[in-house]
């Protein structure tokens, strides 16, 4: 929860400087981008979150890494969030940044997991009712499950709905299980 919150707290503090400067696309960018090299670099976040290295040598890691790809802003907060020692709290800021630029821009991320690639028709059928049903701005991300069998499941925020093949042999499974054919005198 701690975690969370201040990650949340720093993240606004960001995005309300990106704001005034009118640059919130670039540093949200930027960010998308802070948070990638940081989920495919083992090397890296094992360099930032080793407590005996000094905070000088993450700095100057950050700012080679860095430097010659995102705006001075975004530079300027990773650095000072690594001298105050919150270095290990950059992958969570920049989530927490992700949040709040999407509440800003009205966008609702819906996770459709199918067990076949998606074609254009359904996807965009997805996008047309979700837009209708929440009058938000639709990012769909697509994941592929072979083992649903068929049909779909939606997640965005916290609800989902299933309507796939493999809940419904679940579901069978279950009632069956139940051995409510079996006479019982």
Known sequence: MRIKLLSRRYAQAVFDLADEYKIVEQVYQDLVLVRKVFDENRQLRAI??????????????????????VHQLTLKFLLLITRKGRESYIMPICDAFDEIYKDFKNILSVRLTTAVEADAKFRKEVIEKMTLATKMNIELLEKVEEKMVGGFVLHFNDYQYDASILNELNKLRSVFSHEHYIKKF
């Open 48 to 69: 930032i979150n080793n407590p005996v290295l000094d905070t000088s040598k993450k700095v100057r890691v950050l700012q080679k890494i860095f430097q010659p790809h």
